[in-house]
């Protein structure tokens, strides 16, 4: 894939997170946005040591960014915290990654259906996770 589409991926994530120019650049350590503008445009490359690190924050994969798959891939992130506010953003939070779980919207959506279920519902559909779990080992 050619600099000028993985910067028009880099454009398209950073609009759809509503991250300025100047915010991307600050996170990824650029001195100003004319570097991020730069890159998607196609002008600059990207270095391969920075990919991750662009991937990780526009929060998806390098594979995104590179045009091999089409979904972004990190949707949601989920926190391994029972006690945490469901409506905290991750990132103005301090957490290791092993704090945190991505997961997709096919997962979302399976855990919008879960939540409207009752107890013994829950606990119907924990068992038949078990059992299916248990048959693949």
Same mark, same amino acid.
């Given at each position: ?6 910067? *028009? ?10 991250? &300025? ?9 650029? %001195? &100003?946005?004319? &570097?991020?503008? %730069? ?10 040591? *920075? ?66 279920? &009752? ?19």
């Amino acid at each position: 894939m050619n600099n000028n589409n993985i910067g *028009k991926r880099i454009r398209k994530r950073r609009q759809e997170l509503n991250y &300025s120019q100047a915010q991307l650049a600050e996170m990824l350590g650029y %001195k &100003s946005r004319s &570097s991020i503008n %730069k890159i998607e445009m196609g002008e600059n490359d990207i270095p391969q040591s *920075k990919l991750k690190n662009f991937a990780e924050a526009l929060k998806c994969t390098q594979l995104y960014l590179l045009g091999i798959d089409d979904d972004c891939g990190l949707e949601t992130c989920i926190l391994n915290d029972p006690d945490a506010d469901e409506y905290a953003w991750p990132s103005k939070m301090k957490l290791n990654r092993k704090d945190i779980l991505i997961i997709s919207k096919n997962e979302q959506e399976i855990l919008k259906k879960l939540r409207l279920l &009752s107890a013994q519902s829950h606990q119907l559909v924990e068992d038949m996770i078990n059992i299916l779990c248990n048959e693949r080992r």
